[in-house]
């Protein structure tokens, strides 16, 4: 192919990507949660999760530039994990959103199963979630997630080793019309210890993928889990 | 049938002791580059003459350390013991139920369901342990030969008053129970959550 039907195509893609991100509501930031996890017996289990949005990038933005901190939200969840199975467990709970000018609430139901995979562990999540707040309509949504972990040294994670863990999740929501949102999420964690893990990764969501007007939403996740 | 029932939970309570008091297993292991592995570990492995890539772990459990070379040779997947010196410890490998004798797996099946009130097979591996020549002649034979000791470590699913957990059992070459291990899983709140 000829040189400068090459540059005419690498121009044509990028003159088309801009338009693209021209259409797309794109935001970024950072997305720390602390995630604390405690057995009660061997069949029951609580979870406590923090977790806050900050956005450090806005394209919608209507100030001058893009490029701006901004405090979001923080969620607080508190859920109630029931084994059923050995490798099974259905978990029910509540969040609650609070934003700078609003409080909202969300109920939760989860069932979460593992399973192995070659050398690595893989946990299903099926969920619903409703959210409630006092000037929206309630919205309904369902989605699926798929979790592996694979260990950077030998076969099973062990203290003190790193670890690759990889998020898809696709949620189905219904508020007024349906949406669909996918999420794609790669970490890189360590064990500290046996309670504690950290985790840095990127958590992409690509939102309102039926609408012409879609939402990409990329944040730096730092995960703690205790 | 209520008599029955009575015997049967008196079997049951009897050998659950057995069944719960299972000593817990730990092990953690690291992969290992092969010029660190000791010549006369890497020369039992040439001469099995696999044609897959052998991966190499130091594994640490609660008494010993030990060093193992995993690899799949004639459709089986093949996991062979060290000491740390590179001397034979043991060879094992994944068969399927119905490569056990008959006589010996219906006496392995009694024998779990004496103590567990539901279970299902994860995995089960043969292990040969014994000179070195008389397991090579006994693998590439697909038969252990007499001067060899067979044993059966099989990881099961089972159910004992109500709880479910996963075991290592190991059985004799005619059967009897050698030792029950309780695998410990894994906290996995940050593939859950």
């Given at each position: 192919?000829?040189?400068?039907?090459?540059?005419?195509?690498?121009?044509?893609?990028?003159?088309n990507s801009k338009k693209i991100c021209a259409q797309t509501q794109i935001r970024a930031?950072?997305?720390?949660?602390?995630?604390?996890?405690?057995k009660i017996d061997k069949i029951w289990e609580v979870n406590f999760k923090f977790e806050?949005?900050?956005?450090?990038?806005?394209?919608?933005?209507?100030?001058?530039?893009?490029?701006?901190?901004?405090?979001?939200?923080?969620?607080?969840?508190?859920?109630?994990?029931?084994?059923?199975?050995?490798?099974?467990?259905?978990?029910?709970?509540?969040?609650?959103?609070?934003?700078?000018?609003?409080?909202?609430?969300?109920?939760?139901?989860?069932?979460?199963?593992?399973?192995?995979?070659?050398?690595?562990?893989?946990?299903?999540?099926?969920?619903?979630?409703?959210?409630?707040?006092?000037?929206?309509?309630?919205?309904?949504?369902?989605?699926?997630?798929?979790?592996?972990?694979?260990?950077?040294?030998?076969?099973?994670?062990?203290?003190?080793?790193?670890?690759?863990?990889?998020?898809?999740?696709?949620?189905?929501?219904?508020?007024?019309?349906?949406?669909?949102?996918?999420?794609?999420?790669?970490?890189?964690?360590?064990?500290?210890?046996?309670?504690?893990?950290?985790?840095?990764?990127?958590?992409?969501?690509?939102?309102?993928?039926?609408?012409?007007?879609?939402?990409?939403?990329?944040?730096?996740?730092?995960?703690?889990?205790? | 049938?209520?008599?029955?029932?009575?015997?049967?939970?008196?079997?049951?309570?009897?050998?659950?002791?057995?069944?719960?008091?299972?000593?817990?297993?730990?092990?953690?292991?690291?992969?290992?580059?092969?010029?660190?592995?000791?010549?006369?570990?890497?020369?039992?492995?040439?001469?099995?003459?696999?044609?897959?890539?052998?991966?190499?772990?130091?594994?640490?459990?609660?008494?010993?350390?030990?060093?193992?070379?995993?690899?799949?040779?004639?459709?089986?997947?093949?996991?062979?013991?060290?000491?740390?010196?590179?001397?034979?410890?043991?060879?094992?490998?994944?068969?399927?139920?119905?490569?056990?004798?008959?006589?010996?797996?219906?006496?392995?099946?009694?024998?779990?369901?004496?103590?567990?009130?539901?279970?299902?097979?994860?995995?089960?591996?043969?292990?040969?342990?014994?000179?070195?020549?008389?397991?090579?002649?006994?693998?590439?034979?697909?038969?252990?030969?007499?001067?060899?000791?067979?044993?059966?470590?099989?990881?099961?699913?089972?159910?004992?008053?109500?709880?479910?957990?996963?075991?290592?059992?190991?059985?004799?070459?005619?059967?009897e129970i050698q030792g029950i291990l309780q695998i410990v899983q894994d906290k996995a709140?940050?593939?859950?959550?």
């Open positions: 192919m000829n040189i400068s039907i090459k540059l005419s195509l690498v121009f044509m893609i990028l003159m930031g950072f997305l720390p949660s602390i995630n604390y996890n405690q806050s949005r900050h956005f450090l990038f806005d394209n919608t933005s209507e100030e001058g530039s893009d490029f701006k901190y901004t405090y979001s939200l923080s969620d607080v969840s508190a859920l109630v994990g029931r084994k059923v199975g050995l490798n099974s467990k259905v978990v029910l709970g509540i969040l609650i959103r609070i934003e700078p000018d609003a409080i909202i609430h969300r109920t939760i139901q989860q069932f979460i199963f593992q399973s192995k995979i070659a050398n690595f562990r893989v946990a299903h999540r099926i969920a619903t979630d409703q959210t409630f707040s006092s000037n929206e309509s309630t919205e309904f949504r369902l989605r699926y997630r798929l979790s592996a972990e694979i260990p950077l040294s030998g076969l099973k994670l062990d203290v003190k080793e790193f670890y690759f863990k990889f998020n898809t999740e696709a949620l189905n929501s219904i508020q007024d019309q349906y949406d669909l949102e996918l999420r794609i999420v790669p970490n890189i964690g360590y064990a500290i210890n046996e309670q504690h893990k950290i985790e840095l990764g990127l958590d992409n969501r690509f939102g309102s993928l039926l609408s012409t007007q879609k939402r990409f939403t990329s944040w730096i996740t730092i995960n703690w889990f205790i | 049938m209520k008599t029955r029932n009575i015997v049967l939970s008196l079997g049951v309570l009897i050998l659950f002791p057995l069944a719960s008091k299972a000593q817990q297993k730990y092990e953690k292991e690291y992969r290992l580059k092969s010029k660190m592995i000791p010549l006369s570990a890497k020369e039992f492995i040439n001469s099995i003459g696999s044609d897959f890539k052998i991966k190499w772990y130091k594994e640490i459990s609660l008494n010993d350390v030990t060093i193992e070379a995993k690899f799949k040779h004639d459709k089986k997947r093949f996991s062979v013991e060290f000491d740390t010196l590179g001397m034979l410890l043991d060879v094992e490998f994944i068969i399927k139920k119905r490569e056990i004798t008959p006589i010996i797996y219906e006496r392995i099946e009694q024998k779990l369901d004496s103590l567990y009130q539901k279970w299902k097979f994860r995995k089960i591996q043969m292990n040969y342990t014994g000179r070195g020549g008389d397991i090579i002649t006994s693998m590439s034979n697909n038969e252990p030969s007499n001067s060899i000791k067979v044993s059966y470590e099989i990881v099961l699913k089972g159910k004992a008053l109500g709880n479910t957990q996963l075991y290592e059992i190991t059985f004799s070459e005619q059967g709140d940050h593939l859950e959550y």
